[in-house]
């Protein structure tokens, strides 16, 4: 029997990974392993259904194989568009018709490692601040009292000063949850995403006030704002995609 022949009733009844080592031996082996008949067979083992059709979807079956079988390498990821120092934030704070604090926050002021946490903060809140994820924190200087009862709102905005673009990450939300074990106020919003990405929704931005008690119960002194949006994002670089994809405007 002529060697062409004993290779083309072999290769049949190899599997995808004999069949590429012998594809390996020599050019005259690649060329009869490379034969559609024998990658159609090994395609209608993994996707019958896709056999059914008079053609491969794609340019041959060998082709089809090794696109989706062969698993792909990860794709590294680019780094982000944006930077802290293309940020600007603007936050407002009020309690019902008074502004309490308006700040412009420029990008690189909310970075882990800024600044140190205060020295008798209780265990709870100490631990949060110290846990690995990126904080956005900004220090509070001078101080500023809540009246426990009131209600409170914030609004966020955040400026590129790359593109002259700003968009919307809080809109005069209520500081609604307080916990009091952590000496944290909280409040949040969800965030409004660029057409070119339709199918992302439903993700929170979160700001919270780490205040210590007063003696007299009656008001919360505010020594810290964090920014995050834990539901996504804990890194820095999670957070730059993740703001690149806002609703600039």
């Excluded at 390996?24 to 009869?32: A, F, M, S, Y």
């Excluded at 500023?144 to 673009?165: A, E, H, Y």
């Excluded at 003696?215 to 920014?227: P, Q």
Aim: hydrophobic share 40%; net charge negative.
């Amino acid at each position: 029997m002529p060697c062409d022949e004993i290779l083309k009733a072999v290769f049949p009844l190899l599997d995808s990974t004999d069949l590429v080592t012998c594809m390996l031996v020599c050019k005259h082996w690649q060329e009869i392993a490379c034969e559609d008949y024998l990658w159609e067979g090994l395609c209608a083992k993994k996707w019958p259904s896709i056999c059914k059709q008079s053609s491969p979807p794609m340019a041959t079956y060998h082709k089809l194989f090794k696109t989706f079988y062969i698993r792909q390498r990860r794709k590294i990821l680019l780094p982000p568009k944006l930077s802290f120092n293309d940020l600007e934030f603007y936050i407002d704070i009020w309690t019902e018709q008074k502004l309490i604090f308006s700040e412009v926050v420029p990008g690189t002021d909310l970075q882990k490692g800024t600044w140190a946490p205060p020295c008798g903060i209780c265990d709870v809140l100490k631990f949060h601040l110290e846990s690995p994820e990126h904080k956005m924190i900004l220090p509070v200087h001078p101080r500023f009292s809540i009246p426990q009862g009131k209600t409170v709102t914030v609004s966020v905005l955040v400026s590129r000063k790359d593109s002259n673009k700003v968009a919307c990450i809080m809109n005069n939300s209520i500081f609604e949850y307080i916990d009091r074990s952590a000496y944290r106020a909280l409040a949040f919003d969800y965030l409004d995403f660029s057409p070119a990405h339709p199918f992302v929704s439903g993700i929170r931005a979160w700001i919270s006030l780490l205040f210590t008690n007063r003696s007299d119960d009656e008001f919360f002194d505010v020594f810290g704002i964090e920014l995050d949006f834990c539901d996504v994002a804990n890194s820095k670089y999670q957070i730059l995609r993740l703001l690149d994809m806002l609703d600039w405007i």
